[in-house]
């Protein structure tokens, strides 16, 4: 079955074909990063313009790759929720028009299930049930899939996501936006132990996370220095971004070695942050320790991409999960 699916729910539009939810035809992700980088984050409004220009050149592409023609497209797969609402309803709406001029079955797909759906492309074996840790710019969250369409969320984010906390600290450490990347290449040069950032734990919900206040530490210590008219050389900016690494990478672990004690599944990694050398190496260590399988999707699977999409929207069609064409956008769901 040849899925076309269409990704937009922030600040990346993509189009990918993918086969029975595993075999990835092709994949073609136009990033607005330039565009935003000028303003430190993504604004809203300017992500659904720069959506709505890409999305056909996108889609083309993606079946050009593919060398495939939309009729031998079987179904449309899309991103309907959560992210920015205005980004959402410019796929939705594309999707809708494809589906209906074209007469295919119209797939709404959860974008974090998605983000999980990515490491099914990377590693053939995967099957649930397992737990998944996404880690991204927008979510933070740890959840049982039982079943391909079937999912349980443990844990989540109490205020910021992991990746939102991450781009505030490279921002204050004056790297451009989203800092994520470059924030974890320096940590890979930095001294982990060299400022004590602490990790925090949330009263009576030990799957819970919490990065404000991390977030709040790295913005203080930076603005301390500043105030005494410090300038840092490159290799304290390592130190500073290994230290935050750590207590970051630590928060993450805390609470999957917490799991661990009372479960042995295989455990998925993904989501944008999953990219970082630092998460993937301390997660990969602390499942070796437990002898728990890890999977990880690849890293240019990661991020926010249209393949993800094509993936669970394939198990989602099996699960019976097709819309009528009232499909609507939602800012926000539960998985
Ligand atoms: O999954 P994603 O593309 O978008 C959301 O769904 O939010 O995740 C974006 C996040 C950003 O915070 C970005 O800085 C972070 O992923 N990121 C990384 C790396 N690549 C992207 N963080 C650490 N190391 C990386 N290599
Ligand atoms: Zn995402």
Redesign the pocket.
Known sequence: MNILAIES??D?TSAAVVCDGRALLSCKVASQIEIHARYGGVVPEIASRAHTEALIPCVRQALDDANIAMDAIDAVAVTACPGLIGALLTGVSFAKGLAYSFGKPLIPVH?IRG?VAAAYLTNQDLKPPFTALVV????TSLLQVDDYSSYRTVGRTRDD?A??A??KA?RVLGLPY????K??AMALLGDPESIKFSVSHVDGAPYDFSFSGLKTSVVNHMHTLEMKGIVLTEQEKNDIAASFMATLVKTLTSRLSALMDTQSRPIVLA???A?????RNEISSLCEKRKVKLYMPE?KL???NAAMIGAQGYYEYISGNIADLSLNARASCDV
Request: overall charge negative.
């Open positions: 729910s922030c990346e974008h983000h991204s710019g927008g979510h996501a990746g939102e991450l781009d490279a989203p800092g994520g990347a924030m974890d989501g944008g942050v990219a970082s050398k630092n998460v890293m990661c991020g926010d």
